[in-house]
């Protein structure tokens, strides 16, 4: 019974080598190998088309569009341009000159006063009293002189007599003007004619003598402050004129009336004055001006800011069509700038300048131009590209 169970395990026992489906994974791996051998050939079977070549490229791309514009050099005039401070041509603290109390004041701040308007009055009582006093201690004197010289002359009294009563004479005499100008110190008047900008008293208040008691300024002229850097300073001299915008909207005429022969040891710039006539005052002291003086010609071009480039190098420059239509690159400098543009040099006398799609194109490279009117029909504000430059045709 046992030996006939093992014979029939024996049988049923897996043989892979002579098992029907032992074949299948060898086949699956000679069709893998095979297909992998035909992939790797298929390029020399079927070669790819070549890629076309860049000169092949760059025949079949559109020259982009661009606006250009003739522009012809003109004789600018050059500007030294500096911002400064309008200042009052002279000022000064107004003093009490003598002790007491104020008695009336003849002005109020903010005036427009002459030289010598009384501006305040100091109480005069007690000076008035001394002046009596030292107006009769004068008459005493003076008849003692008389008296003395009187009986000198009779030979009655002698030479010292008389000597000493014309020195008691002088003594009253120097009191007498001490007294006057005490006096006329109770007067508190303007030194110069101008703004009376600042007045602290009032009547009834103790002053002491040298107390300040109000301020005046002359603003006639002005004088305009400013500092000028070392580069520029060799064109500016005194007596040039000059162009003052203030920044309340006045713009006057002014000259040149100082430039410092020294550098500042801290800045190494110039202190340069610069005076405007202000009769009227409607121009205030302190106020922030610019001033604009001539220095020179220069030769240039008339652009907008938004033609400026820069080059690969970082220069400023400008996009010029060449006479193959292609593009250009100048290096140039800003020599003026308004409001409504620039002034830059530079450029040739005559030159042509790529005004829109400048941005999107580089030197030596070909273009297609157009003139800049005709692209300014279309009201096109951007940049033309090859797209729209199709509409413009």
């Known amino acids: ?176 003007a001490t007294v006057e100008q005490g006096l006329d110190n109770t007067v508190i008047r303007a030194p110069f004619p101008g703004l009376l900008d600042d007045l602290t008293i009032d009547p009834g208040e103790y002053v002491q003598a040298g107390t300040e008691v109000g301020r005046i300024i002359d603003t006639d002229p002005l004088t305009i402050e400013v500092q000028v850097p070392q580069q520029a300073v060799s064109g500016i001299r005194a007596d040039q004129s000059a162009m003052v915008s203030f920044i309340t909207g006045e713009t006057r005429e002014g000259t040149v009336t100082y430039v410092s022969g020294s550098a500042d040891a801290q800045t190494r710039t110039f202190r340069a004055e610069v005076q405007v006539a202000n009769p009227d005052g409607a121009i205030p002291s302190g106020v922030s001006a610019q001033i604009r003086v001539p220095v020179g010609e220069a030769t240039a071009h008339f652009i907008s800011p938004a033609v400026l480039a820069l080059g690969t190098d970082g220069i400023l420059g400008v996009k010029t069509l060449e006479e193959d239509n292609t593009v250009g690159f100048t290096p140039v400098e800003i020599v003026r700038a308004q409001t409504d543009g620039i002034w830059v040099s530079g450029l040739d006398d005559q030159a042509t300048i790529i005004t829109i799609g400048q941005g999107f194109v580089s030197a030596g490279e070909q273009v297609d131009p157009r003139d800049e009117a005709a692209i300014a029909q279309v009201n096109l504000a951007a940049p033309v590209s090859p797209s729209v430059a199709e509409e413009v045709q």
């Open 1 to 176: 019974m046992n030996k006939t169970t093992d014979a029939s395990d024996a049988a049923d026992t897996l043989d892979f080598e002579t098992s029907g489906g032992s074949g299948v994974s060898g086949w699956v791996a000679t069709a893998l190998t095979l297909a992998l051998i035909a992939w790797m050939g298929s390029g020399y079977i079927f070669p790819a088309e070549e890629a076309a070549a860049p000169e092949a490229r760059d025949a079949g791309r559109r020259a982009a569009t661009v606006a250009v514009r003739a522009s012809v050099a003109e004789e600018v005039t050059q500007f030294f341009v500096a911002e400064g401070q309008a200042l009052p041509d002279r000022e000064t603290m107004i003093r009490a000159e003598t002790s007491g109390e104020i008695e009336s004041l003849s002005v109020q701040k903010g005036q427009i006063v002459d030289a010598g308007v009384e501006i305040a009055r100091i109480d005069a009582a007690e000076r008035s009293a001394q002046l009596t006093q030292a107006n009769a201690e004068i008459e005493r004197a003076t008849r003692e002189v008389e008296n003395a010289q009187s009986l000198l002359e009779r030979g009655v009294a002698t030479q010292d007599r008389v000597t000493d009563a014309r020195a008691a004479l002088a003594t009253a005499q120097a009191q007498l």
